[in-house]
């Protein structure tokens, strides 16, 4: 394999902004498609998030391809919704673009903990990444399932060697998070600014 897991991700964020820096559908929905792999490495733990992922990938997608001319735009997807007052409907694509928008803060969370906490089991650093992102969100019944899962957190080690390559795993980890971040930043803005950034899950 060539360079890290990430190195898709990270060359698909080079064409995520239009050159007007418009977050652009079909290449930041890549973006998040090719984390996709690097959640499998986690095995077992992360069967939940990466079906809830996968499964508002598809959802923005299958808008986006029924006209993409007219969803070019990552936000164009949603405006509709909000104009039609259906954008906190369970099945929408806004919601979908939430759900998604909150995992990958977990994702950029968790990975940032690696970086930052050499010394910390992948359970305790999945865990707290938890706890600052998607817990909030979260009911009782999410919340369990999730902490059952974190037990099955891969070996910290084994997990960096999967994940690496031959490439620099550290480094290409600081590149997604520093380049990530600042488009959820964006999509969350977009999102409080249409009334949804505190939507629970149901």
């Known amino acids: 394999m060539e360079g890290t897991v990430f190195a898709p991700a990270l060359e698909g964020f080079k064409t995520v902004k239009s050159d007007a820096g418009e977050i652009l559908t079909k290449p930041f929905l890549e973006v ?13 733990a992360m069967t939940l998030v990466k079906s809830d992922i996968g499964g508002n990938i598809t959802r923005l997608e299958s808008k986006y391809s029924s006209n ?8 164009s997807l949603v405006q509709l919704e909000v104009e039609t007052k259906t954008a906190k409907a369970s099945s929408s694509c806004t919601n979908g673009l939430l759900w998604l928008t909150r995992a990958m803060d977990f ?14 089991t992948m359970s305790q650093a999945c865990t707290d990444s938890y706890g600052k992102t ?17 037990k099955l957190a891969p070996d910290r080690k084994k997990f960096m060697e999967v994940i690496g390559g031959n490439g620099d795993i550290m480094g290409d980890i600081e590149k997604f998070c520093t380049t990530f971040t600042p488009l959820l930043k964006e999509n969350h803005k977009f999102l409080a600014s249409v009334g949804m950034d505190e939507l629970k899950a149901s």
Request: hydrophobic share 45%.
């Open 107 to 120: 994702l950029v969370e968790l990975f940032r903990n690696l970086l930052d906490h050499p010394d910390w």
């Open 68 to 75: 993409p001319s007219k969803f070019n735009y990552l936000y």
């Open 134 to 150: 998607l817990k909030k969100w979260h009911g009782w019944l999410a919340s369990s399932s999730f902490s059952v899962a974190m």
């Open 32 to 44: 998040c498609k090719q984390i996709l792999p690097v959640i499998d490495k986690f095995g077992a």
